[in-house]
């Protein structure tokens, strides 16, 4: 109740000020019967307010809700001087949010006079355009999904909706997203909180993520469950199986949800007990070593009736992911795909320091998996998706040029079911209704409003990146290459990514040769029985002169560990 009164004030100030002064003007003088009939249209406003479908945060705050929308409306450069940087990336600036609001709502989404980044500024990137430029046949960019123990393969969408689970999200903001999915033909990762009646209701697909807690999948113990799984696996909409190892958004750190924030809904989607605290553990206990991940996704796989299973990961030591491939070729069983979260990723709650300074950033991470899978022969049967502050149709062409073949986006699709960055998600106070169990605050999300804009923001975005290829000559995501993508490095000079991200040639851990210093640091330390090194990495360092992780010092973002090979001499395109 507080929570009404807190949301609706302007609207009950505004009833009360009609009333009284109605009142005034009938009693003393007619001098207060204009600010009666100001309060009255803002009586009628705020009832509109209350009914209409469109806007969520007009639905939970009448009245004073329309501020938001009359400064939107405020001159550019005012509201560029006095509220907000439009390019200010913390954490994504409001020509990104204003992209993705565009697109969702169909609105025209073209900028009138040219561009508003410092094309001659350190790290701005571009795509090469070609002087042939294609006609792609059509924005539908599909990617099969599936290897050769694989016995239901699938055609995934190149863009998709990223994990983020029931519980996290509210009920509403769930149904939206998968209608939304279910409409566009794409995909929704249910995080891992488990698959609840609201991933269900509509149909959408879904990749169902496992995390360490085993959510929808678990004994009485918490321990995994090969019987409930199994059950639950072949559901239907469920089209891929996600073996969560960590995230961006709190890597090598579990979890706990309040007990006052373990509502039986949750509950039932988590196979938990209500009203008590739920533990997501920081490690699994299903395995423990990289060649017991590699027998625990053949036994996913199997269990769900031979749907790709993979796993999602942020790198951290690069040895432990290297343990994790040399697990694959020692016992022959390969993922179907992987996922790279990067650190600058997620969605979730966490301490400012996993925020801000642990795990490895996309680009250096999903290029490091990338040239592993090259190095030991197995990229050509091994999907590799990204996630990662991925918003534009230029954000996916940058990361499918360094490897992945698909993208996931959290907070653009959270943006599209109608986030406005109040970053209040932690509190349950959210005023748009998407990250909070407040059933009166998630009521302003209409679901048959906001599925058509998660709709629209998937199928215009992979219209612009049709026309993104287009412009560079080509015809799909997967012609995509580094050197495609350029970037500044100074005022001076300028590389493609091919000489910053170098390629690892097909099968050169194989055969022993480490030209990039990462590799030869730490590939001789990952061991497939264990994801502890074989020896020190003070022993490595002093062996080879070089620390197996970034350093910091190497222009334009890319490390002498991430990049050190032999590189083009010449990296102006």
């Not at 553990?281 to 036994?299: C, G, K, N, Y």
């Not at 040895?319 to 694959?328: R, Y």
Request: glycine content about 10%; aromatic content about 8%.
């Amino acid at each position: 109740m507080s929570s009404i009164l807190t949301r609706h004030t302007a609207f009950y100030t505004v009833i009360a000020g009609t009333i009284l002064f109605l009142g005034l003007a009938a009693a003393i003088s007619a001098w207060w019967l204009p600010l009666a009939l100001l309060c009255a249209s803002l009586t009628i406003l705020g009832c509109i307010d209350l009914r209409q479908t469109r806007h969520s945060i007009r639905r939970n705050y009448p009245v004073i809700g329309n501020l938001r929308y009359f400064f939107e409306f405020i001159r550019p450069e005012i509201r560029q001087y006095f509220f907000e940087d439009d390019t200010q990336q913390l954490p994504f600036s409001r020509v990104n949010r204003s992209l993705v609001y565009q697109r969702a709502k169909h609105v025209i989404d073209k900028r009138p006079f040219g561009t508003q980044g410092d094309v001659y500024g350190n790290d701005y990137e571009w795509i090469n355009h070609s002087m042939n430029p294609t006609r792609p046949e059509n924005s539908d960019f599909r990617i099969v999904v599936g290897g050769p123990d694989c016995t239901q393969p699938y055609s995934l969408s190149a863009l998709n909706i990223s994990a983020m689970s029931f519980g996290a999200l509210s009920a509403n903001a769930v149904l939206a997203l998968n209608k939304g999915a279910a409409m566009g033909g794409f995909a929704h990762d249910t995080g891992e909180g488990g698959i609840s009646v609201y991933h269900l209701e509509h149909g959408g697909d879904l990749i169902w993520n496992i995390g360490s807690g085993y959510f929808g999948c678990r004994d009485k113990d918490g321990n995994f469950s090969d019987e409930v799984f199994a059950r639950r696996a072949r559901h239907d909409s469920v089209k891929m199986i996600e073996i969560k190892l960590s995230q961006g958004a709190k890597p090598g750190h579990g979890g706990i949800l309040p007990a006052a924030k373990v509502t039986p809904e949750i509950a039932l989607a988590r196979d938990v007990t209500a009203w008590q605290e739920c533990d997501s553990p920081s490690t699994h206990s299903a395995f423990s070593t990289p060649i017991e991940l590699m027998q625990f996704v053949a036994r996913l796989r199997e269990l769900s009736g031979g749907k790709p299973t993979g796993f999602k990961l942020c790198v951290g030591h690069p040895w432990e992911w290297m343990a994790i491939a040399k697990a694959m070729l020692k016992t022959g069983i390969t993922p179907d795909f992987i996922v790279v979260d990067g650190a600058e990723g997620g969605t979730g709650a966490a301490p400012i320091e996993f925020v801000d300074h642990v795990g490895t950033p996309l680009r250096e991470g999903l290029r490091l998996v990338h040239n592993t899978l090259v190095g030991i022969g197995l990229r050509e049967q091994i999907k590799l998706g990204a996630s990662g502050k991925i918003i534009s149709a230029f954000d996916m062409a940058r990361i499918m040029a360094l490897g992945a073949d698909w993208c996931n986006s959290a907070r653009g699709f959270m943006f599209a079911v109608g986030c406005i960055q109040a970053q209040v998600c932690h509190t349950g106070m959210c005023p748009t209704g998407v990250t909070t169990q407040d059933p009166k605050r998630q009521a302003a999300l209409v679901v048959s409003d906001k599925s058509v804009r998660v709709k629209n923001f998937h199928n215009n975005t992979l219209q612009a990146l049709a026309e993104l290829l287009a412009a560079a000559g080509l015809k799909h995501p997967s012609d995509l290459r580094p050197h495609h993508i350029a970037r500044r490095i100074s005022g001076s000079e300028v590389r493609v990514l091919s000489a910053l991200f170098p390629d690892m040639k097909k099968g050169e851990l194989l055969e022993g040769n480490f030209r990039q210093t990462i590799f030869r640091v730490s590939w001789p330390m990952a061991q497939a029985e264990s994801f502890d090194p074989l020896y020190s990495l003070s022993a490595a360092i002093s062996g080879h002169g070089h620390m197996p992780v970034p350093d910091g010092n190497n222009q334009g973002g890319a490390t002498q560990a991430f990049a050190e090979a032999d590189a083009p001499a010449a990296g102006n395109p």
